[in-house]
């Protein structure tokens, strides 16, 4: 019966997108194409990179509140400077990497709260975004549209892509050394500075490893919409939050799971279109969504205790 | 200054270090010799953990030198110690529970990366950790959070000892055997001597005063962060050490027999063996090997008489907690605030804290059990890991409820507060308290009015009077395996 935690973690948020995705098919038999599909999910992408990006820094008991607003200053910068003189743009784009890393450093050194510098960064992305886009419009870079029309054969784009973020986000954060000394740092701090590593040097590459997640979000989203405005990715703060919890991970403790996270994702993405199947208003969809998370969330927590009544001699 | 022997592996000559006001290490010199094992002890607060500090890097004294094999190490860091071979089990655990056991071996050795690093990891950890515990039933893979606590433990000694490209020379062991079973500890105190015996050096901090008799080679004794003595092995028995540390000599209380009447306090039916029962005034004490179940119980008791929902007006009862960092005390509250944590209801009026009354009940406490500090407002982190245990107990002994469970409070506590709480144990049962008390110590247990010895998650034998011996509950700890 000895099944590992991290499969019992990951069971729950598998579970709920195939869930949600039989109720969808039923609802919509249509759906059940390469186009369905594609449609259903392509939307997924960016949030699933910016999940991707959130959970770097849960992992180090850190929480962004700027995701959101980042996202949308990634996407006025793909759509105008990237697009116009990819050059300038690059570098600006390189220069918000860096102004993250050096966030994470500030927070550890000054022992700042993270909620409270990423809040106030927040103003500062969504002041940028407007200073360069003041009005929506912009054009996506040819090679980004190109990529997220793309039509791969037999499967669609949204899922590979989905895939192979999923695959990438593992190798990097739960396979190579770096990942273990980032989740190391939301573990126990104290004893991997004991061990003689750089604190600082690990909380700058979360930070801009998530930055470089952000950033590829930004302008996947740019690519699929062909043009920008400065909200136009609000609602990432909230989604990347939900989806890192969704998919298994914690607030504190650098308890995550990539793969978990991009499936959180997929599942956040499924149920707004699962509800607008079932024809409920707009209005009323966002709580619907709440909904869905509370009753999701609740399943883990039971299983949780299963686990620990179930485990150990 | 010129040694006759090899040179020192590492040599700490005049350190000073102040925190704030207390003088925690007051010009503390220090050699350690290859093939040494040095038995350090002392009072909490002595200055041994500081001392520690020093050493492996992680504390730099306002003033003194640190020597390595005759050199003069002159900026000296956690990175520097390591790559001496300066190795260290800290007293509090310290693994990350959320990676595995392999992770963590990752974590602790930097050269270890390149393509492939788990397989030499896994290699690494399986291969300390059969040569120190055979037969440790450990999986590597796993993540350290589900291991027991003294498997935790095992898994941080094996690290400290393994060896990976670059090998321990001198490894640090400050309380290793604070959450071991005897045949565990018996186990690593093996090993001690394998490893000083091959040229290795340890030093080898433990409230355990026969460990320390039995396994150093030279025994350094501080106290109020100065060495006050330092001889070989032959020079001190156990009532030496004991008064070169200046404590109270250790008395033997001879346990109350209980009178047992009336209905019991607290009854709760295991899924096998006999139940368990408590009455009003007793001290009922758990022993058996670590981690088969005594800790469980405790919770359960818990789980059972504490509410679920709404805080009671009359708690029922409280809990002092070994494993002080992880739930024990609140990291960034002061000295204080920890204390009267778990009684603010009785502090406040109309839902509001009484400052006066909340400083009253600190300032009390403080001079009952003698916590050391200036000041109580200041963090709880400020005080050394004993002090930090007798806030816990404050916490518990300072509420209203009629039973008090603990599970194996005594953890990293010298021998001197040990006695002091002892005390206050005995006296709170006279009063008409209960405690249910959890312990790895058998000299706790003779302190008990009555012992449920645990084996294998069921209660398999009950001691009561004359009958509570540490051999008779070594016997029914062990009587499965024993011939």
Redesign the interface.
């Known amino acids: 019966m000895k099944i590992?935690?991290?499969t019992l973690r990951l069971a729950v948020p598998v579970a709920s997108l195939l869930l949600l995705l039989a109720g969808v098919f039923y609802l919509q038999p249509r759906a059940m194409s390469y186009n369905g599909l594609n449609l259903l999910f392509n939307l997924a992408v960016p949030i699933a990179l910016a999940t991707i990006a959130q959970m770097l820094i849960m992992a180090v008991n850190d929480l962004d509140l700027s995701m959101g607003t980042f996202v949308s200053f990634v996407a006025c910068v793909a759509a105008t400077y990237l697009h116009d003189s990819p050059l300038l743009g690059t570098l600006i784009l390189l220069g918000a990497i860096a102004t993250y890393a050096a966030l994470g450093v500030i927070i550890y050194l000054r022992n700042l709260p993270s909620i409270v510098v990423t809040l106030g960064m927040s103003f500062v992305w969504a002041g940028l975004a407007v200073l360069i886009l003041p009005v929506p419009g912009g054009t996506a870079p040819e090679w980004a549209r190109a990529v997220m029309i793309s039509k791969p054969p037999l499967v669609p784009m949204a899922i590979i892509a989905s895939a192979m973020i999923a695959v990438f986000a593992h190798l990097l954060i739960m396979?190579s050394?770096l990942g273990?000394?980032i989740?190391?740092v939301?573990?126990?701090q104290?004893?991997?500075?004991?061990?003689?590593?750089s604190i600082i040097a690990a909380r700058a590459s979360a930070y801009a490893l998530a930055a470089s997640f952000a950033v590829a979000a930004g302008i996947c989203l740019v690519g699929l919409t062909t043009s920008a405005d400065a909200n136009i990715a609000l609602r990432y703060t909230l989604l990347s939050i939900a989806g890192v919890i969704l998919g298994g991970g914690e607030f504190t403790?650098?308890?995550i799971s990539p793969i978990g996270a991009v499936i959180g994702a997929l599942t956040l993405t499924l149920a707004g279109s699962f509800l607008s199947f079932l024809r409920i208003s707009p209005d009323w969809q966002i709580g619907a969504q709440g909904a869905i998370l509370i009753i999701v969330l609740a399943l883990r927590l039971l299983l949780n205790r299963l686990e620990s009544k179930g485990?150990?001699p | 200054m010129t040694l006759p022997m090899p040179p020192a592996v590492l040599e700490v000559v005049n350190a000073d270090v102040r925190f704030g006001e207390v003088h925690a290490l007051d010009g503390v010199s220090l050699s350690i010799h290859p093939g040494e094992c040095i038995g350090l002890v002392g009072h909490n607060g002595a200055g041994k953990s500081t001392i520690v500090s020093v050493i492996?890097g992680?504390l730099s004294p306002q003033q003194g030198e640190v020597f390595s094999d005759g050199m003069r190490l002159a900026p000296y860091g956690?990175?520097v110690a390591?790559s001496r071979g300066v190795r260290?089990v800290?007293q509090e655990l310290?693994?990350?529970?959320?990676?595995s056991i392999i992770?963590?071996t990752?974590?602790?050795?930097?050269n270890?990366?390149g393509f492939g690093?788990?397989k030499r990891a896994a290699a690494i950890i399986v291969a300390s950790l059969d040569a120190i515990f055979p037969d440790h039933c450990i999986d590597v893979g796993?993540?350290v959070g589900?291991l027991?606590i003294a498997q935790r433990q095992m898994v941080e000694i094996a690290m400290a000892f393994s060896d990976a490209g670059q090998p321990p020379r001198l490894v640090i062991l400050d309380e290793p055997t604070s959450s071991l079973d005897s045949g565990l500890a018996a186990q690593l105190l093996a090993h001690v001597r394998r490893f000083v015996a091959g040229g290795g050096a340890v030093i080898l901090i433990s409230h355990m005063l026969n460990e320390i008799l039995e396994t150093a080679s030279r025994i350094v004794v501080m106290k109020d962060g100065k060495i006050v003595a330092e001889r070989g092995a032959g020079g001190f028995d156990h009532a030496g050490l004991v008064e070169a540390m200046g404590s109270a000599a250790t008395h033997h209380t001879a346990a109350r027999r209980s009178s047992v009447a009336s209905q019991p306090t607290l009854e709760l039916t295991l899924p096998k063996g006999q139940p368990f029962r408590a009455f009003q005034g007793e001290v009922v004490g758990l022993a058996g090997l670590g981690g088969y179940g005594q800790t469980r119980l405790l919770l359960a008791l818990f789980d059972r008489h504490s509410p679920q929902w709404w805080p009671l007006r009359n708690p029922a009862v409280t809990f002092v907690a070994g494993d002080r960092r992880e739930n024990g005390i609140f990291d960034l509250w002061s000295i204080l605030k920890n204390m009267t944590a778990a009684s603010v209801g009785d502090l406040s009026r109309r839902g509001f804290v009484q400052d006066n009354a909340e400083i009253a009940r600190g300032d009390e406490w403080k001079a009952r059990i003698e916590i050391r500090t200036p000041d109580m407002n200041n963090p709880i982190l400020s005080l050394s890991g004993g002090n930090q245990q007798k806030v816990l107990f404050a916490r518990a002994l300072s509420t209203r409820a009629p039973v008090v469970l603990m599970d194996d409070p005594m953890r990293g506590v010298d021998v001197g507060t040990k006695h002091e709480v002892y005390g206050m144990i005995r006296a709170e049962a006279e009063a008409g308290r209960t405690f249910v008390w959890y312990s790895t110590e058998m000299e706790e247990m003779q302190l008990c009015d009555r012992v449920y010895v645990f084996r294998e998650g069921a209660i398999v034998a009950e001691l009561t009077g004359d009958a509570n011996s540490e051999h008779n509950i070594l016997r029914a700890s062990f009587e499965g395996e024993a011939a």
């Not at chain 1, 104290?190 to 061990?195: E, I, T």
């Open positions: 590992s935690t991290d396979r050394s273990v000394l989740r190391g939301g573990g126990n104290r004893s991997v500075q004991r061990a003689g590593w403790g650098g308890r485990g150990k | 492996n992680g956690i990175g390591r260290c800290f310290s693994l990350c529970p959320n990676l992770e963590n990752r974590i602790m050795h930097r270890l990366g690093w788990r796993g993540p589900t027991s």
